[in-house]
């Protein structure tokens, strides 16, 4: 099994949806993050968590909420989709201070 | 100015091939250095940490340059699977924030 499960791997939404994307780790590490990838953009930093208490804004936090729910899960809200946020999400986590992030599998949304 | 740039290729070479990418970053304060592999539609892995000594893994040279606030990477005798997107990562300022270049896709021909 996989040690960052993301859910779902692929959705299709239309515009002003609420969406739900799920992030489940099984190492054991107290931070996590979400990132989103867009072709020649690399990876930006939407949100991060470094413990269950503790909720950050990343980069590009803008029409986008998350929820620590316990250590091993943290989940990423879109409000109301939109088409500019048609991307490939990536939760991961990492223990503090090595630098190595574990990264799920990803979740492809598309937002029409 | 992005924090970290990458030449975004795509690098065509043949196997057996040496091939090297750089990396620049802006913050003088970044405080380590990381280079992910990422194959097609797939999550990154990490490939390799950046030492400031340099650091070596079989056919893979990563090396930094502070004072030009560069990274470069070297692979040796290119291989069909070494085919992928390779992420330079920078830890800029505290705590643990990895800021992402753009990535460099190699591909490696027969």
């Known amino acids: 099994d996989a040690d960052v499960t993301q859910t779902p791997r692929n959705r299709i939404t239309k515009t002003g949806k609420r969406i739900m994307l799920e992030c489940s780790q099984t190492k054991g590490h107290d931070r996590m993050y979400w990132y989103r990838q867009d072709p020649g953009l690399g990876l930006r930093l939407i949100y991060y968590s470094f413990d269950v208490k503790d909720i950050n804004k990343g980069e590009i936090s803008d029409g986008y909420s998350v929820s620590r729910q316990a250590q091993a899960k943290f989940s990423l809200s879109l409000e109301s989709a939109i088409p500019n946020q048609t991307a490939l999400y990536f939760c991961?986590?990492?223990?503090?201070?090595?630098?190595?992030?574990?990264f799920g599998e990803g979740s492809r949304l598309t937002v029409l | 100015r992005k924090e970290v740039e990458q030449d975004p290729g795509p690098f065509n070479v043949p196997e057996g091939a040496t091939v090297a990418f750089n990396c620049t970053y802006s913050n003088s304060a970044s405080q380590s250095f990381f280079w992910y592999r990422q194959d097609c539609r797939k999550e990154p892995k990490l490939l390799m940490s950046?030492?400031?000594s340099g650091n070596e893994d079989g056919r893979f040279t990563a090396q930094l340059n502070r004072a030009s606030q560069y990274i470069s990477l070297l692979i040796r005798d290119s291989k069909l699977s070494d085919s992928a997107t390779y992420l330079c990562?920078?830890?800029?300022?505290?705590?643990?924030?990895?800021?992402f270049g753009g990535g460099t896709r190699l591909m490696v021909k027969p």
């Open positions: 950046v030492y400031s």
């Open positions: 991961a986590t990492t223990a503090a201070y090595t630098g190595e992030l574990f």
């Open positions: 990562v920078v830890n800029i300022g505290a705590g643990n924030m990895l800021t």
